[in-house]
């Protein structure tokens, strides 16, 4: 199994005038830096606890940031964990892909493939069904 890690992070390095920075989440896969996810929320650099990795609780909004610093990183940490127990490979596309929130692309022809068996099974109006699917097939290959 690859050793992903999801955490939050400041980028320390982007402060701005009023002395904030970015937060952001990252992953990392085998201990190096893959993918990052902005918050599109900035928070005073002094504000921030970098061991507890939130907001120190005296800062502005802290208790709904760091419950946005929690949840977050849990959703990722989760998928990342769901796909490693049902035995996929995660390589840094697909890490990137869930981070960006990009779903894994389908045609319509592989749905029809899929779904036709599950909701109906009469033989003769699934090949029917087929039937009809495999002649718009040979049309869009005409176009």
């Given amino acids: 199994m690859e050793n992903i890690k999801v955490f939050a992070m400041v980028y320390k390095h982007r402060i701005n005038k009023l002395g904030e920075v970015p937060l952001v989440i ?3 896969l085998e201990r190096k830096p893959i993918a990052y996810d902005n918050l599109k929320k900035r928070i005073r650099l002094a504000d921030w606890d970098e061991d507890a990795r939130q907001l120190k609780p ?63 099974k009469n033989k003769e109006t699934l090949r029917t069904y087929k039937n009809e699917i495999t002649k718009l097939r040979a049309y869009q290959e005409i176009l």
Avoid at 61 to 89: C, H, I, S, W, Y
Avoid at 94 to 119: N, T
């Fill in 58 to 120: 005296k800062a502005p909004n802290a208790t709904l940031t760091n419950a946005l610093l929690k949840k977050r990183p849990a959703e990722l940490d989760g998928e990342f964990t769901r796909k490693q127990v049902l035995g996929k490979t995660l390589t840094q596309k697909k890490i990137k892909d869930e981070v960006a929130g990009k779903k894994p692309s389908r045609s319509f022809y592989e749905f029809c493939d899929g779904w036709l068996p599950k909701k109906y």
């Fill in 26 to 28: 990252c992953v990392t």
